[in-house]
Nanobody, 115 residues
Framework: QVQLVESGGGLVQPGGSLRLFCEVS????????MGWYRQAPGKQRELVAN???????TYADSVKGRFTISRDNAKSLVPLQMNNLKPEDTAVYYC?????????WGQGTQVTVSS
């Protein structure tokens, strides 16, 4: 059974940091492109960052220089380090595993940036 389990969300003040984790089981992790997406109320889900099987990364312009995605193939883990958080980063953050043509999603973790 494939499972993607996100953790690490919460409430943080503007300028603060959070570290999200996605723990993956039930699929050949190292072959998958792993990504973090987010969805704010009333908005479409959008890509935040992804990391390919060879370690190359892509970031949304809005998070470049503030967020860092990485992967630990030994532990099937995908951390997302988020620094200098802004109120507009508030959203539910979802982990995604992609290996064409399949996509797998986690249940999401809430991130709220507010003073």
């Amino acid at each position: 059974q494939v499972q993607l389990v996100e953790s690490g969300g919460g409430l943080v003040q503007p300028g603060g940091s959070l570290r999200l984790f996605c723990e993956v089981s039930g699929l050949p992790f190292r072959f998958h492109v792993m990504g973090w997406y987010r969805q704010a109320p009333g908005k479409q889900r959008e890509l935040v960052a992804n990391i390919s099987s060879d370690g190359s990364t892509t970031y949304a312009d809005s998070v470049k220089g503030r967020f860092t995605i990485s992967r630990d193939n030994a532990k099937s883990l995908v951390p997302l380090q988020m620094n200098n958080l802004k109120p507009e980063d508030t959203a539910v953050y979802y982990c995604n595993a992609h290996w064409h043509p399949a996509d797998w999603w986690g249940q999401g973790t809430q991130v709220t940036v507010s003073s």
